[in-house]
T-cell receptor, first 115, second 112 residues
Framework: DTGVSQDPRHKITKRGQNVTFRCDPI?????LYWYRQTLGQGPEFLTY????????KSRLLSDRFSAERPKGSFSTLEIQRTEQGDSAMYLC?????????????FGQGTRLTVV | LAKTTQPISMDSYEGQEVNITCSHN???????ITWYQQFPSQGPRFIIQ???TKVTNEVASLFIPADRKSSTLSLPRVSLSDTAVYYC?????????????FGDGTTLTVKP
């Protein structure tokens, strides 16, 4: 397993267009997280899944954002009607749930630029 | 929400020990303290996690006092490749990922 994979690595889109990002987690991990990171700030939580169930959503996740994880494997994050304020790095992470210590593995992110 | 406060930046020299402290005054009983390292244009990478007292692994040590209102990441004998942003994360991603918050991180610059 090569770790968490995100595609594409970079995306430039015009304002108002829809974009979709994909995340492939580490295969045995049942939890998958999406974060957004802007320059100079730490990652901000957006949502997470356990298997195919979306268990938590941040209020940052407006109705223009939707995330899915069909069959509990890969996940997609779609942004509709993009705005310039959506420009950021979108990070995906995965982990195996359990008690005690929990290590999340992050992908390299998708950098979105809305022009 | 357990907010964290870290120094914005720190400088060090190769071979020195670096200690980065994170304040988290309203940490909850079930919260763990986790430190991540991030290089430019990459996702964060797990360094170490602890609940109380001291934890040590092959790359770092984590010191947590009894009141758990702060924690200190200790990097022994840093090298140029340790130049990165270091984030303190407080929370329990297993049960409440949305309340596990990254701060703005500490930019560590290691000089030759």
């Amino acid at each position: 397993d090569t770790g968490v994979s995100q595609d594409p690595r970079h995306k430039i889109t015009k304002r108002g267009q829809n974009v979709t990002f994909r995340c492939d987690p580490i295969s045995e991990h049942n939890r998958l997280y999406w974060y957004r990171q802007t320059l100079g700030q730490g990652p901000e939580f957006l949502t997470y899944f356990q298997n195919e169930a979306q268990l938590e959503k941040s209020r940052l996740l407006s109705d223009r954002f939707s995330a899915e994880r069909p069959k509990g494997s890969f996940s997609t994050l779609e942004i509709q009607r993009t705005e310039q304020g959506d420009s950021a790095m979108y990070l995906c992470a995965s982990s195996f749930s359990g008690t005690g210590e929990m290590e999340a593995f992050f992908g390299q992110g998708t950098r979105l630029t809305v022009v | 929400l357990a907010k964290t406060t870290q120094p914005i930046s720190m400088d060090s020299y190769e071979g020195q020990e670096v200690n980065i402290t994170c304040s988290h005054n309203n940490i909850a009983t079930n919260d763990y303290i986790t430190w991540y390292q991030q290089f430019p244009s990459q996702g964060p990478r797990f360094i170490i996690q602890g609940y109380k007292t001291k934890v040590t692994n092959e790359v770092a040590s984590l010191f947590i006092p009894a009141d758990r209102k702060s924690s200190t990441l200790s990097l022994p004998r840093v090298s140029l490749s340790d130049t990165a942003v270091y984030y303190c994360l407080v929370g329990d991603m297993n049960t409440n990922a949305g309340k596990s918050t990254f701060g703005d991180g500490t930019t560590l610059t290691v000089k030759p």
